[in-house]
């Protein structure tokens, strides 16, 4: 007579505990996390899906199962970037004793031995956007962000007696293009440009356009 066969224990149900060990949320920071440095160094054509899974320590699988496109990635990385560095400065300069010196901490910032990493992400995802409208979006979110920042450290140098300007926003324009041309000009060295040449540069700008009254 054959035996019934063995029957097998039912499985145990995972735990909710152990099913939300790394929520969704946590791996997609962890990857983003990962790209960061990778397309600092490299730009970000240069950065394919294998590239950050290794950076971040995860199977090719795990990355294109929470992100549809290495370029969904690219984009996250870059605005994380952005942000962190714009907020830190941003911070810096509101708690600034006043708003010429508040412009003065984002000149020395801006123009630095460490911030050519940023401007290499900038400059690639400004080129982004002529390809992506997402890209094209989030630019022009940061900088109305930017400009407008500016423009209260402008009308609070004023308010103080430091600053005289009749056109802040117009100001603010000016001096975020001249930043964006001497960065350029940075990191391409054609002609060369230190550091202090390029904040020379915006300090000559301010002397011009917000010369307190006398």
């Keep these: 007579m054959t035996s019934a066969p063995e029957r097998k224990a039912p499985r145990r149900a995972v735990a909710a505990s152990d099913r939300t060990r ?3 949320e946590v791996r ?17 054509a240069s950065v394919g899906v294998r590239d950050v899974a290794a950076a971040a320590g995860v199977s090719v699988g795990t990355v294109t199962y929470h992100f549809s496109s290495v370029q969904e990635i690219l984009s996250e990385a ?4 952005i942000e962190r560095y714009y907020d830190a400065l941003s911070e810096a300069a509101e708690h600034a004793p006043t708003g010429a010196e508040g412009l003065r ?3 020395d910032a801006l123009f630095t031995d460490d911030t050519d990493r940023h401007w290499r992400m900038w400059f690639d995802y400004w080129n982004a956007g002529e390809r992506d409208q997402a890209f094209a979006r989030g630019q022009a979110e940061r900088y109305e962000a930017w400009h407008s920042e500016i423009r209260v450290l402008v ?12 056109d802040p926003q117009g100001f603010a324009g000016c001096f975020s293009a001249l930043v964006d041309g001497l960065a350029l000009q940075r990191l391409r060295q054609a002609p060369s440009l230190t550091t202090e040449a390029a904040r020379r540069h915006l ?6 356009e917000l010369t307190a009254p006398q």
Aim: glycine share 6%; aromatic share 4%.
């Design 78 to 81: 870059m605005v994380l970037h």
């Design 155 to 166: 009308e609070r140098g004023c308010a103080e007696g430091d600053f005289t300007c009749s």
């Design 22 to 24: 790394q929520p969704t």
């Design 203 to 208: 300090y000559r700008l301010v002397e011009a």
């Design 105 to 107: 901490l984002l000149i």
């Design 28 to 44: 997609r920071r962890l990857i983003v996390e990962a790209a960061v440095p990778l397309i600092a160094e490299r730009g970000s």
